[in-house]
Nanobody, 114 residues
Framework: QVQLVESGGGLVQAGGSLRLSCRAS????????MGWYRQAPGKQRELVAA???????NYGDSVKGRFTISRDNAKKTVYLQMNSLKPEETGVYYCYLRNLRLNWGQGTQVTVSS
């Protein structure tokens, strides 16, 4: 049973930065993808960034150049460095891990004030 625990959310002013972390526990396998989705109020969940176990990355168009995803395989942890945050990026950020199954964290709130 994989469990994901996120941390690092909070309140930040527009233009500021936050760093999210997501630590996995349990057997995650050697080949997997970890990443982040976000869900703004009244909107669908959207991909923010993803990183495979080989280090290849994928970003949502709106965050390219501002967000950076990374991972520490030894710690089974994925990070999301978010810079130049915008108010419209307020929402709940969910960590996921995809191996044989799709596993989700409980989400962490990010609020960007204008």
């Amino acid at each position: 049973q994989v469990q994901l625990v996120e941390s690092g959310g909070g309140l930040v002013q527009a233009g500021g930065s936050l760093r999210l972390s997501c630590r996995a526990s349990g057997s995650i396998g050697s080949s997997n993808q970890m990443g982040w989705y976000r869900q703004a109020p009244g909107k669908q969940r959207e991909l923010v960034a993803a990183i495979a176990s080989d280090g290849s990355t994928n970003y949502g168009d709106s965050v390219k150049g501002r967000f950076t995803i990374s991972r520490d395989n030894a710690k089974k942890t994925v990070y999301l460095q978010m810079n130049s945050l915008k108010p419209e990026e307020t929402g709940v950020y969910y960590c996921y891990l995809r191996n044989l199954r799709l596993n989700w964290g409980q989400g962490t709130q990010v609020t960007v004030s204008s």
